[in-house]
C-alpha cells in the first residue's frame, strides 16, 4: 500500500524548534519529488517547501524562507522539515506529500498530516 | 506569492452544474498551464482532481474538468452528486518557482 506517515508535531514554544519526519512505503520514494502543505486550523492550503528526488531542487515558501529547512533520506525513504525560529503564525497541520510526477509540482499523495502548535 | 483568488462559497442542486473561479496573475496562471484542483472533505487530506488545467488523475470522474483564460482559471462539476460537497483549492505553480493556493471555495449541494 502507498502511504505516507508524518510524525514530530507537538505543542512548542514561539521561537523554539521541531523537526518533522515522513516515512514513506510502497513506491520507489528516490522517483519521486516530495513536498511539504500546511493548513492552519479552519483555514486555507499553504505551500510550504519542495525537494527535488536527488535534493538538487529545493525551495520554500518566502513566510518559511531562512527558518525551515527541508531534507530527504533516500536511503531510509524518509522526508524531514526542520523548522527553526517557530512563530504562532507556523501553527497548522503539515502534510507530507507525494508528487504527482506528471511534469509541474502536483500534490498526489497526502499523509495524514501531523499537527503543530506554537504557543506560549 | 500572493494566493490566488477564489469565491468563498457556491451552492448548486442535486444534478446541477457548477464552477468556481480561481484568478490569478501574470506571474502564475496566466503564464504556466499548471493549474491543478484539489477537493477536501470535512476532516480529511486534500485529492488532486485536475492537473495541466484540464487533465484527470486516475480515477477521477469525468463530471470534474476545468478551463483557462489569461490569468483565470475555472473547475466546473456537472451533475451534482451529494458526495460533492466540500471545499475546493485551486493551485498554481509560479514564476518564482513556488506554488501558490487559492483560498478556497466551499461547495454546498442543496
Known amino acids: 500500500e502507498v502511504q505516507l506517515v508524518e510524525s514530530g508535531g507537538g505543542l512548542v514554544q514561539p521561537g523554539r524548534s521541531l523537526r518533522l519526519s515522513c516515512a514513506a512505503s510502497?513506491?520507489?520514494?528516490?522517483?519521486?519529488?516530495m513536498h511539504w502543505v500546511r493548513q492552519a486550523p479552519g483555514k486555507g492550503l499553504e505551500w510550504v517547501s519542495t525537494i527535488s528526488w536527488d535534493s538538487g531542487v529545493i525551495a520554500y515558501a518566502d513566510a518559511v524562507e531562512g527558518r525551515f529547512t527541508i531534507s530527504r533520506d533516500n536511503v531510509k525513504n524518509s522526508l524531514y522539515l526542520q523548522m527553526n525560529g517557530l512563530r504562532v503564525e507556523d501553527t497548522a497541520l503539515y502534510y507530507c506529500i507525494k508528487d504527482a510526477a506528471v511534469g509541474y509540482w502536483y500534490f498526489d499523495l497526502w499523509g495524514r498530516g501531523t499537527l503543530v502548535t506554537v504557543s506560549s | 506569492q500572493s494566493a490566488l483568488t477564489q469565491p468563498a462559497s457556491v451552492s448548486g442542486s442535486p444534478g446541477q452544474t457548477i464552477s468556481i473561479s480561481c484568478t490569478g496573475t501574470s506571474n502564475d496562471i496566466g503564464v504556466y498551464n499548471s493549474v491543478s484542483w484539489y477537493q477536501q472533505h470535512p476532516g480529511r487530506a486534500p485529492k488532486l482532481i485536475i492537473y495541466d488545467v484540464s487533465n484527470w488523475p486516475s480515477g477521477v470522474s469525468n463530471r470534474f474538468s476545468g478551463s483557462k483564460s489569461g490569468n483565470t482559471a475555472s473547475l466546473t462539476i456537472s451533475g451534482l452528486q451529494a458526495d460533492d460537497e466540500a471545499d475546493y483549492y485551486c493551485?498554481?505553480?509560479?514564476?518564482?518557482?513556488?506554488?501558490?493556493f487559492g483560498g478556497g471555495t466551499r461547495l454546498t449541494v442543496l
Open positions: 493551485s498554481s505553480y509560479t514564476a518564482d518557482t513556488s506554488v501558490v
Open positions: 510502497g513506491f520507489t520514494f528516490d522517483d519521486y519529488t
